[in-house]
């Protein structure tokens, strides 16, 4: 993790997820390919995978029935955008929820009441929009859960040195 994250706040927060995860008696999986450097505002990025890592690991321990709980999460960059990819092996998202899940108040969540839950996910679409990107809500695949994809626009000069090169 502190090899490929660059801003060492992020770095923290995977490495304290990760932990909290195994605790829980969830595999938390970081992409061997996952590069994520300081081009997005560091509190940002931890609002997004944060609140997005928790819903996974939600997520994974409600399917564990079915299959062991497991959470992704990944980095890259790809024309010219940061790309963050959490997946996890619960049972999936409702594609009619996908336009609601985005709003304040709206949780899955049943124990403890509304209270406490609802906030997480509005405010990933907070930090997305501020950041002129997009979310997109999918299947990890057919009967493995969700997984949440998150693009966020790379400054030009950020992208294009990621790439290797320079500006044109």
Not at 75 to 102: I, T
Request: glycine share 18%; no cysteine; aromatic share 2%.
């Amino acid at each position: 993790v502190v090899g490929s994250v660059g801003e060492p706040v992020l770095a923290a927060l995977l490495l304290g997820k990760s932990a909290e995860a195994g605790e829980r008696g969830v595999e938390l999986v970081i992409g061997e390919d996952t590069v994520i450097e300081g081009a997005i505002e560091p509190r940002d990025l931890v609002t997004i995978l944060g609140n997005l890592i928790d819903n996974a690991v939600d997520a994974a321990i409600e399917g564990a029935a079915a299959r062991p709980p497991r959470v992704g999460v990944g980095a890259r960059v790809e024309d010219g955008a940061l790309v963050l990819e959490v997946s996890d092996s619960g049972r999936g998202v409702d594609p009619a929820a996908v336009p609601a899940m985005f709003r304040r108040g709206w949780t899955t969540k049943t124990s403890g009441g509304a209270v406490g839950h609802g906030l997480g996910l509005a405010l990933v679409g907070q930090a997305v929009r501020r950041n002129g990107g997009e979310v997109r809500v999918g299947a990890a695949g057919p009967g493995h859960g969700a997984v949440f994809t998150v693009r966020l626009p790379l400054p030009r000069r950020a992208a294009g040195a990621r790439r290797g090169g320079g500006e044109p």
